[in-house]
């Protein structure tokens, strides 16, 4: 853009025009400030040209005009052409220019007008003459820059000066050091790189080399040597990079790089028992630094395919071989080392059975006997009988059929065991004495009669197979022989009342092994006895003690009450009980006195009874003895009572449950209950 320089009328004041004049010609100079720095331009001769036309006193006006042209700018008041820079600050004062009385000034790169700015006299705060700041951009880099001053003066003359300033250059940095780095130089180790302090302040990209190659990917202040790099030369360089600045790249000094090694590689070993079928393990020792390790087996110095772990499970291809193990270390920065463990030779495995060799079977004539055994995995197995020690012929399959002929002998089972790479595994059973053939039983004996002393009890003797020829019997009491029953019939005595009574019948046949079978035994109840005859009182402990009585009355009437005294007090009644005379009654040990009437007498009671399946007649029953647990249907009538009891006590406590009901009826008596009293409940059924 054009920039229009101040003309003496333009001032506010002449005086003050030619204050500023005298002061520019004093000064004698022409100042180009670039950036924060001044370059002195070289001094112009002057004189009062000016002045002299408009009549002004000064020591420097002549008596006559003078006749040459004003002078022109002075070209070494502008940088040199080709040292203009990115940033550079060019500010032309108008000491040069003191015989134009106007001046304009463009600035050009490659031919385009630039914007500038506005320079101000600090001391007086006016433009400058001929005053135009031009700060070179970033932009202009590689563009020639040309100064175009345009000139008038007061005759009338103009002119028009270029001055080519070349081409635009980058900055460049006043400090670029050249990098450095640090850290050990062997294998597996990290270096760390140092660009170092530059001005003007930079942005620095890192490549390491490796060789003077750039080493692939290696593009961050650190990196870790790896193996490739053991034996070469390393460096880093830094790449500055700052807006207006010219790149700079720095190359540090190379190091060699050490080959990292192993400060402990010990020879593998291998450990375990070298038969076939045992399994093989590597110990690698201590290695140092720790690497991480492959695995590759030998048999015979040929690589057996597929054994690349720590561990070697020998086959049957490994027999009478020589089996090594190669271990392969590697670890980051360190070369690959291999190291081979010593050979050790493989012998044949040793097969073990999962379990003893057993004779199974009924050891018995017409009976088949087998061989009982877990076989070792895999392997073959093959059988031979023996008998009282020797060996039968053809007997050599894993079972054998006993005749008659085997009655007495000792048998037992060799069994041989074989699997490619292993010794053979011979195993004898254990030896069973065959005994004579069995009888089956068909159905055990039974006993029938009248269950009370004085009655005799027959036996059957059951069934058997074959027939037997002949049966001896044992009569048992409470699972005891008694002495001398041993017939097929058995009278019974005081002594069997409250027992179990069974009979043992063994069948027999000529070469047959006996057998017996036992009956299932019948319980002969204890005769009841009278315990109370007549209605009163009764002291419980003295005239009768505790127990489960029955009483053996008729009819309603019946009444009875256990108490805790004497003095007929209604609180020392405990419980009672008004109803039919066909029921019971359990005195306990706390009772005092015992109170009956219209119950007929009482007497002890059985643990068997009819366990009958239909109730027809009002009372209380004892569950699971005298009737049976289940469900009850009944047509009923209008005022059935009944009642599930725990116990016989009379106590309130003692009641599960009860109902009164009308028509038909269905009652489940459970089987957890001890007694069931029912009430005008007509006939009930199972």
Known sequence: MHQTLARPGDLTSRHTMLRRVLGLVAAAALTISLGVSAVPAIAQPTDAYYDCEHGWTSEFCNEEEPEQAPEQVNPAEYPKPGTVTAGMSILPEAAGWIKAWSSEIEWLLNGVEQPVQRAEDEEFGTDIVGGSRFVVPVSAIGKRLVVRVHMDDVLGKSWVDEFDLGYVKANVFTKAPAPTFSGTTTAGNKLTASAGSWAPKASIAYQWYRNGTPVPGATKQTYTLVAADAGRQIKVRTRATATGVTTVEKFSVERSIAAAR???????????????????????????PPPTFGYQW??????????????HTTTAADLNKSLKVRVTAKRSGHPTTTRVSAARKITAGILKTGSKLTVSGTARSGSTISASVKAPAASKSTYQWYKNGKKISKATTKSYKLSSKDVGAKYQVRMSFTRAGYSKLNVNSNSVKIAKPAFSVMFNPKVSGTKKAGSTLKATTGSYSPKPTSHSYQWLRNGKPISKATRSTFKLTASDNGKKISVKVTAKKKNYQSKSATSGAVSIPVPVKTVMSDNGTYRVGKDVNPGLYKATGNGKGCYWARTSGFSGSFKQIKANYFGTANTYVRIVSGDKGFTTSGCGKWTTVNSSGAKASKI?????????IDIKPGRYIGKGSSSCYWATYSDFTGDFKNLITNDFTAGRLVIDVPATAKGFEVSGCGTLTH
Do not use: H, M
């Open 262 to 288: 192993f400060t402990s590689a010990p020879t593998p070993t291998i450990t375990g028992t070298a038969r076939v079928g045992n399994s093989l393990k590597v110990s690698t020792r201590k290695w140092a």
């Open 298 to 311: 030998y048999r015979n110095n040929a690589v057996i395919k597929g054994a690349t772990k720590s561990s």
């Open 616 to 624: 027809t007649k009002d009372g209380t029953y004892r569950v699971g």
